[in-house]
């Protein structure tokens, strides 16, 4: 996933206005205290307020948000296909306090990249609610004929403890397998080569297991249309499965190292024989826990829409489960990134993060419009003389495809924290 292109923020003029003169002093006539107290009521509250004031602060300062708790998006009647632009301004960066309450029972893997920093926070601050997280860190290559696991580097140790402190979230990060597919695929030695280099990998960092990503490079350099071939992709998937369950992880002596394998999301209402299926998750159901499933990018620059239809959604998961006995072996893509396409002038366009829509919020105030078909909200806006279509996900885009991951008993993959808004994490 490439990452979201950042838009430069025009910054403000200064608004702030300039001072006004001083009033000039008033004077006042001194009158001669008298000696009721009766006329002075002054003097019975002033003792009182010396005592109460401070004790009020105190309360007050102590605990602030004791005195207007913000609720969930769902107590505030946020998710609603009728929303209006105003409303995501004001509302978009509240989160409900209450940051350990789930609506989303199911284990929910977020994704976190490098070039979306914001991700590794929201990671720390909503652990409770995801229980595996995946830097995408690493790449697999090929270097003669051994292997290199490049990405070292970009590896935060005191971030990870602090994940694994809290005791919620599992790190599991992402590891890209760019060996050549059919020299890699066709040599068990090499396999045993790169399932070490993964497993020491994971034992010296204090890692949780890995996601692996690589059935889609295979489909692109053509080796999953023979069956041989095929049949020897899934054996080291299996097999890669198998050592690292058989390896007790650092953080919890009482689980082993997971595997979670991605898969491309079937583009057409047939299987090819390049697509992952259903005798595919099969094959691999008892070495790895779990199939992080790319429901997103329907659409592109060069065929503008939606960035993730739900009956998509629902068409790939009939192909790959048949029934839902299988369903809490996936985990369900949500994208938090949406997509800016041109629709005049040409085709151009590509993904925005919550900052660059919000932006666009601001700037544009466009009529958000919910489009029944994908279930999926949308604005158009002009720049420069060019007609824009802006998909981006909602509270209730969302909460649609969360409600369709429940009735297959699925987890749920986030296509990355660093690019949502704060309040899509009330939704978990």
Not at 74 to 96: C, D, M, Q, T, W
Request: charged share 20%; with cysteine.
């Amino acid at each position: 996933m490439a990452a979201a292109k950042r838009r430069d923020r025009r910054a403000l003029p200064d608004s702030s206005a300039g001072g006004r003169p001083g009033n000039p002093a008033r004077t006042h006539r001194t009158r001669p205290m008298t000696s009721s107290i009766y006329r002075s009521p002054f003097v019975f509250f002033f003792p009182f307020a010396l005592v109460f004031v401070p004790l009020a602060l105190y309360f007050i300062l102590r605990n602030p948000r004791s005195v207007s708790p913000i609720l969930s998006v769902y107590e505030r009647g946020l998710v609603k296909p009728n929303v209006a632009f105003h409303e995501i301004l004001a509302e978009h960066s509240r989160v409900s306090e209450n940051r350990t309450r789930k609506h989303f029972e199911n284990p929910v893997l977020a994704y976190v990249t490098p070039w979306n920093s914001r991700g590794y926070e929201m990671a720390k601050l909503f652990s409770s609610k995801l229980t595996h997280v995946s830097p995408v860190w690493y790449e697999l290559k090929s270097k003669g004929k051994d292997f290199v696991l490049e990405g070292r580097h970009n590896a935060d140790a005191g971030w990870i403890s602090d994940l694994q402190k809290n005791g919620h979230s599992l790190v599991l990060p992402r590891v890209v397998l760019e060996a050549f597919p059919a020299e890699f695929i066709t040599k068990k030695k090499q396999w045993r080569k790169a399932i070490d280099i993964i497993v020491k990998e994971c034992e010296e960092m204090g890692y949780d297991g890995i996601v692996l990503e690589s059935w889609s490079r295979w489909a692109a350099y053509g080796v999953l249309q023979d069956p041989d071939m095929r049949l020897m992709a899934l054996k080291f998937i299996k097999h890669l499965g198998e050592a690292l369950h058989s390896v007790t992880s650092t953080t919890n002596s009482s689980h082993h190292l997971e595997l979670i394998y991605v898969i491309p999301a079937p583009r057409s209402q047939n299987l090819g024989e390049y697509d992952f299926g259903p005798q595919d998750i099969q094959e691999l159901k008892n070495a790895v826990d779990g199939f992080s499933i790319m429901t997103y990018d329907f659409s592109s620059p060069q065929n503008p829409g939606p960035n993730a239809p739900l009956k998509w959604i629902q068409s790939s998961l009939q192909l790959l489960l048949n029934d839902a006995k299988d369903g809490h072996m996936i985990f369900l893509g949500i994208n938090f990134y949406g997509n800016d396409y041109i629709l005049s002038g040409g085709s151009g366009g590509g993904a925005i993060t919550g900052r660059d829509y919000i932006f666009l919020l601001e700037k544009h105030k466009p009529s958000i419009k919910w489009e029944e078909k994908s279930e999926e909200h949308y604005f158009i806006y002009t720049s420069n003389n060019q007609k824009h279509a802006v998909f981006y996900p909602s509270l209730m885009s969302i909460s649609t495809r969360l409600n369709e991951a429940k009735k297959w008993g699925a987890a749920l993959s986030i296509w990355e924290i660093g690019q949502g808004l704060d309040y899509f994490f009330d939704l978990l």
